[in-house]
């Protein structure tokens, strides 16, 4: 059955990393906005933030715009999920004899190696512009696996907005909220620079402590509770979201 499930799953998701060769600007165009971002901050608003950080300002800044990057590709697995919907595709998969897991998964891993490219690209533009690390081989595979775990959890959420969507607008609309998340947070500029009530928000949001955790890995600096609250954080919307999601799969096909 294991061996089933897996081949399903391999077979589907080369079905769907062909979509993306065949269409390279998907990774292209959700890289386009992160490099946007960062050129804006680095030679535009990075003079006039003070963030008290012993790095330069795109070291401060590029956890934040890693997690922008990966928001903004996620939005592509809800996209093609809603195409395959209208598209009576799902309905031929049920028809012939594959594991019903395997279509979701199929989606999720396409979007982990997408958004992993993604990441890499705006890391190597990063790096051009100033980004340096003196982080042990440990501290980068550390970076990894959360960006990795940030990628599934937020690529579940998109699945459940691809299955509940009823229009294109709808299903990569969603995205929007979590592009938007890291701008309230530690990503660009300290919290405690913040009104009251913003600076609250700001400290007890996930993207903060994962930020944070990212920011002091870079740095060779200590994580403190940052890394648990930020892995609490990921593991319960990672569980949650994709429970509501093999739920809402059944649902659509019963």
Known sequence: ??????????????????????????????????????????????????????????????????????????????????LDLQGGIFERFQSMPIARSSVLWAHVLTSLAANLVSVVIVTGVALILGFRSGASVGAWLAVAGILILFTLALTWIAVVAGLSAKSIDGASGFSYPLIFLPFISSAFVPTDSMPGPVAWFAENQPV???????????????????????????????????????????????
């Open 208 to 254: 903060t402590s994962i930020v944070d955790t990212l920011r002091a890995l870079f740095a060779q600096q200590s994580v403190g509770t940052d890394i648990w609250i930020a892995l609490a954080w990921l593991v319960g919307i990672l569980v949650v979201a994709y429970l509501a999601a093999v739920a809402l799969y059944r649902r659509k096909l019963s």
């Open 1 to 82: 059955m294991t061996t089933h499930v897996l081949g399903d799953t391999g077979v589907l998701t080369g079905r769907s990393l062909r979509h993306i060769l065949r269409s390279p600007d998907t990774i292209i165009t959700t890289a386009v906005t992160p490099v946007a971002l960062m050129l804006l901050f680095v030679f535009v608003l990075g003079g006039a933030i003070t963030t008290g950080y012993d790095g330069s300002y795109v070291d401060y800044m590029l956890p934040g715009i890693l997690l922008i990057t990966i928001a903004s590709g996620v939005a592509y697995t809800s996209y093609r999920l809603f």
